[in-house]
């Protein structure tokens, strides 16, 4: 596959399986894994996420903060809340830090948000709430007593809380890798990785237009959105169906619904 030119001119679910609870017995969910807001320098703004336990037991649950970036590798980097750059940790105050969850009923964190009354501020500012199903110690003996423990699983929901700076700061999205990929089960797929190297997010979609070497139109391929935040990459994943083999010309574009249109053009063989 040969690049040929680039021309003119994305809630994050992040579950990270660390506990099973005993068959049968459910545990919490999140209402929200985004929470997200457009606020100017120096302004306050505020909001509640929704916890349910939808099991037949209470149901304990820390809440912490910290950082976080992702990469078009499927690398993820959760840093110590408040370091990074565009952290915006610090702004946040949130409570309570630990709850129990009534069985069949809900709960709710409570957040603020205070945006610094600083004029260099530009741009998208993010980091994440970690909501974590926690056990208490009587807990994990009842359940060493009855023989059920085993490889635990912890789920925690990392919740995106996001705040854009007014219209401030410009995304800058960049191809930084293509691959095609041919699988038998599931047919082919071209593999997009793409960088944010500006202020502010960009949430493109992205697709495909496939012709064959021929000049003839084979079809239009479609990818969904992504959220790209500044300083990092995400990798869109297009199927391209049961395409028959043989030389295709690709023009891949992401559209972020504003008024730069990001294209490169391929060829193809399979």
Same mark, same amino acid.
């Given at each position: ?108 964190? !409570?957040?603020?948000? #205070?945006? @610094? ?5 530009? +741009?998208? &500012?993010?980091? *994440? ?103 990092? !990459?995400?990798?869109? #994943?297009? @199927? ?5 083999? +043989?030389? &295709?010309?690709? *023009? ?19």
């Amino acid at each position: 596959m040969r690049k040929i030119e680039i021309t003119c001119l994305l809630p994050i679910l992040i579950m990270i399986l660390c506990f099973s609870a005993p068959e049968g017995e459910a545990g919490i969910t999140v209402e929200t894994l985004s929470v997200e807001k457009i606020a100017a320098p120096g302004e306050t703004y505020q909001g509640t996420i929704t916890l349910t336990n939808d099991g037949s037991e209470p149901q304990n649950v820390a809440v912490y903060q910290t950082d976080y970036l992702c990469f078009s590798d499927g690398s993820n980097q959760f840093g110590m809340a408040g370091e990074l750059a565009r952290s915006n940790a610090n702004w946040v105050a949130f409570s309570p830090r630990q709850v129990e969850v009534p069985p069949h009923q809900s709960s709710w964190i !409570s957040y603020e948000v #205070r945006v @610094p009354n600083d004029s260099s501020l530009i +741009g998208t &500012y993010w980091s *994440l709430l970690m909501v974590e199903q926690v056990e208490q110690p009587a807990d994990s003996a009842i359940r060493l007593r009855r023989n059920q423990a085993g490889v635990q699983q912890v789920i925690r929901y990392g919740i995106q809380c996001v705040t854009h700076v007014g219209s401030s700061g410009f995304h800058q999205l960049h191809f930084t890798g293509t691959q095609l990929v041919v699988r038998e089960d599931q047919g082919k797929e071209l593999q997009v990785d793409v960088e944010n190297a500006g202020e502010r997010w960009a949430v493109p979609a992205a697709w495909v237009e496939l012709y064959g070497d021929n000049g003839r139109h084979i079809g239009r391929f479609e990818s969904g959105k992504k959220r790209i935040f500044p300083g990092t !990459s995400v990798r869109f #994943r297009i @199927p391209l169906g049961d395409v028959p083999p +043989g030389k &295709y010309k690709a *023009l891949v574009v992401l559209d972020n619904g504003d008024q730069d249109v990001l294209g490169a053009k391929y060829d193809l063989e399979f």
